[in-house]
């Protein structure tokens, strides 16, 4: 496992590990998290750990033409009792992420310096936020990278009230073009909705490539 410096280059993704462990250190400025998505790698860690770098095989990703809405779903987006939006509030979507308790977590990967990292990706047009609105009042949302008009990488959301992330989430992906909504890792909730694993060799092949900030 490669320890990174101030170079932004990263190890090759056959390097690693079974967990999908690639690499420690390194920095969040905006260029080398851009970097890391562009080179289908992620960052993810807790408070309290060294910043770990992720590119797990296989990959749990969602082609948005395989999208599944439940019944009850369905009458929820009929009655329109939320009003979706993206980018309306970059900053309060991504702090409510961080502070929104989950299970089995004790801490949050959204720490304040990937906080500031993703609102400066958000103005220069790399983050994207949905959000979900009930009577003029933020009660859901989500936030994530785009790659292009290709890939969406999904990276937290947050409810306050029932179904509020699920139809911002059901919204989102109806109203894009994307090619793939990448998951990152699988989770029962969004296998439910569809996302399924495909290999790290197949989703490389939908980056294309590499620009720069």
Request: aromatic residues 12%; contains cysteine; charged residues 20%.
């Amino acid at each position: 496992m490669k320890w990174l410096n101030e170079n932004l280059q990263f190890p090759p993704l056959s390097e690693a590990n079974s967990d999908g462990l690639l690499a420690v250190g390194g920095d969040l400025s905006p260029e080398r998290v851009f970097c890391a998505y562009q080179n289908g790698i992620f960052p993810w860690y807790e408070s309290d750990e060294p910043l770990l770098w992720w590119a797990p095989d296989p990959r749990f990703v969602l082609y948005p033409e395989k999208l599944k809405t439940s019944k009850s779903t369905k009458q929820v987006l009929k009655n329109k009792s939320f009003e979706v939006s993206v980018n309306r509030n970059f900053k309060a979507v991504i702090e409510a992420c961080a502070k929104v308790k989950r299970n089995a977590q004790s801490g949050t990967w959204i720490t304040d310096q990937m906080i500031e990292t993703y609102c400066e990706l958000h103005r220069r047009g790399i983050a994207k936020s949905v959000e979900v609105w009930q009577n003029n009042t933020l009660v859901g949302g989500l936030y994530g990278i785009e790659l292009g008009d290709t890939i969406f990488c999904g990276e937290s959301m947050f409810s306050y009230v029932s179904n509020a992330s699920k139809i911002g989430f059901i919204t989102f992906v109806q109203n894009s073009n994307y090619k793939l909504i990448d998951c990152q890792l699988h989770t029962n909730y969004l296998e439910s909705l569809g996302a399924e694993h495909i290999s790290r060799v197949k989703f490389m092949q939908y980056l294309k490539p590499k620009t720069t900030l």
